[in-house]
Structures are given as C-alpha cells and as structure tokens.
C-alpha cells in the first residue's frame, strides 16, 4: 500500500512540475512579437506590408470610389465617368441588392447606397453599405432596394 502511495505521490509530483514548466513557457511567449514586419520598422516596411484600415465614407466618398473603380475597370480615363444617380437607400437583404447566385444572405433590412454611373450611354450600378466601400454590381444581379417613403410622400 505504501509503494502505491509513493508512485501516486511521485506522479502528482511530475504532473504538477510539467504544468509549472508549461505555464512558465507560455509566459516567455507572451512578451514575443509575432513573426513579420514591426509597427515600429517603417523603413524596412513596403507599401503591401501595411495594413489598410477601413475608413467609413460618406456618400460622396462612395461616389468618387465608385468612379474611379469604373473608369479603372473600363479603361476610360475618369472624367468620362458621369454620375447618373445616387441615393441612400435600404437593401432587403445582406445580398445588397446583388445577390451572387448560390449564396445564401441574411433577411434583414441593410441600411446602404445605391449609385449609378453613366459612360457611353451605358449605365453601371455600385451598392454599398451604410459607410463602406462601394462595390460593381453586374447588370444581371442588380435587384431595386426597398423604396422608402418620406414625410408628406405617396
């Protein structure tokens, strides 16, 4: 009984010597940087290393995006990009207004944008989020927002 007494003693031993061991060594890591470049070594750093934060846009930050995002796409220069509309607007869904077939989107009402850009008598559209980025929406997905009335409307 003695000997099963001493093992058990010897084994909580050495389990609680391998989980001190562990701890210790998971706190040396906690004061490492994580491999890649440093915020602090911008001179080593290239463009593709830093991050891009989003900023939120207005809407006319999201027009000025959306034309130069056309002209780009085109190959137009970007005064050939003509504003033919745009307005706040509520999506029906997640899919805003250019749902990708096959996917699947939340079925709530999403606060966004909608504009719609004019080059050679072609009519591009580009949805948004509430404050986000812009994006191109093919002709053949675009889907009208919910059409909100204002006070005194019909």
């Known amino acids: 009984m003695r ?3 001493k093992r058990a003693g010897f ?13 210790a060594a998971c706190k040396d890591t906690e004061d490492q940087q994580p491999p890649g470049p440093s915020l602090t070594d911008s001179d080593n750093a290239t463009e ?4 891009e934060v989003p900023v939120p846009m207005n809407l006319s930050g999201q027009i000025e995006y ?19 509309g745009a307005r706040q607007v509520t999506w029906r869904s997640g899919a805003m207004g250019c749902p990708e077939p096959g996917m699947s989107y939340t079925e709530a009402l999403v606060p966004g944008s909608v504009i ?4 050679d008598n072609m009519t ?7 404050a986000s980025k812009p994006f191109y929406c ?9 059409l909100e009335q204002g006070p005194g409307e019909t």
């Open 11 to 23: 084994l909580h031993s050495a389990l609680l010597f391998g989980l001190l061991a562990s701890l």
């Open 3 to 5: 000997v099963i007494r």
């Open 48 to 51: 593709t290393d830093q991050i």
């Open 138 to 146: 093919p002709r053949e997905r675009v889907e009208q927002p919910v």
């Open 66 to 84: 959306s034309k130069k995002d056309l002209a780009q796409r085109l190959d137009v220069p970007p005064e050939s990009v003509a504003v033919s």
């Open 116 to 119: 719609y850009l004019q080059v």
């Open 124 to 130: 591009h559209a580009y949805h948004a989020k509430f």
